[in-house]
């Protein structure tokens, strides 16, 4: 019964529509890329996180973005709010918030490998690398997602450059891997009891989970 959110890369724009195809709003964001889409509530109103490639960090920093849905930029995340040494490259992929806390989760998916986790207040409270668990490190954690359906929270991470799902929990600490039958999972959807995981090449799979 939502409304439809999507970006438009070149002009840079966010567009929202119904489930009729019709445009109900739309505004302008400053962005490069716009390569992920997150939404969150607060207090029953939302808010959209934009995960900006940059120029895939290249001639303008990449960045993460919260507006509201008027296009008001209210926080901006960066790799200098991330502590990271110079040398480190930072272009985020994806960024999720996590149900209840509101904490900041951001994959580092064409940088660094790496999932940074913050606060509200832009406070890294820790970062993995996929080295935590018997499955080993990320290459290019692209896409991340909170599945709230359990007890217990869960975080699924594309680990697409090693074609396989890690899952973690949301402290930090790996629980399983999936890792039949995919190749370059990059993006989730959730319904009912299935998992559509976009691939590259046009390619869906979908899982019982």
């Given amino acids: 019964t ?3 959110i999507t970006a438009h890369n070149t002009v840079p724009e966010i567009l929202i529509f119904d489930q009729d195809g019709n445009l109900k709003k739309s505004f302008l964001v400053p962005v490069i890329e716009n390569h992920g889409l997150a939404l969150s509530e607060e207090n029953g109103k939302e808010y959209l996180w934009i995960t900006d490639t940059g120029s ?3 001639s303008r920093p990449a960045q993460v ?4 849905l008027e296009g008001n930029v209210l926080l901006k995340i960066n790799k200098e709010d991330l502590k990271l040494p110079e040398a480190d490259k930072f272009v985020p992929t994806c960024c ?3 149900p209840g806390n509101g904490n900041i989760w951001i994959t580092d998916g064409y940088g660094s490998s790496r999932i940074f986790c913050l606060n509200n207040k832009k406070e890294l409270l820790f970062k993995i690398d996929g080295s935590e668990g ?3 490190k990320f290459n290019c954690p692209h896409w991340i997602y909170f599945d709230s359906r359990k007890k217990n929270v869960e975080l699924y991470i594309a680990d697409r450059g090693n074609n396989r799902i890690q899952v973690y929990d949301t402290k930090g600490k790996f629980l399983r891997c999936l ?3 995919l190749t370059t ?5 959730i319904f009912d009891n299935y998992m559509v995981v976009g691939e590259l090449k ?8």
Avoid: N, Q
């Fill in 2 to 4: 939502g409304d439809i």
């Fill in 56 to 58: 895939k960090g290249v």
């Fill in 65 to 68: 973005l919260k507006v509201d």
């Fill in 96 to 98: 999720a918030i996590e």
């Fill in 134 to 136: 018997s499955a080993g």
């Fill in 179 to 181: 890792d039949t039958g």
């Fill in 185 to 189: 999972p990059s993006v989730f959807s």
């Fill in 202 to 209: 046009a390619r869906l799979v979908i899982l019982d989970i």
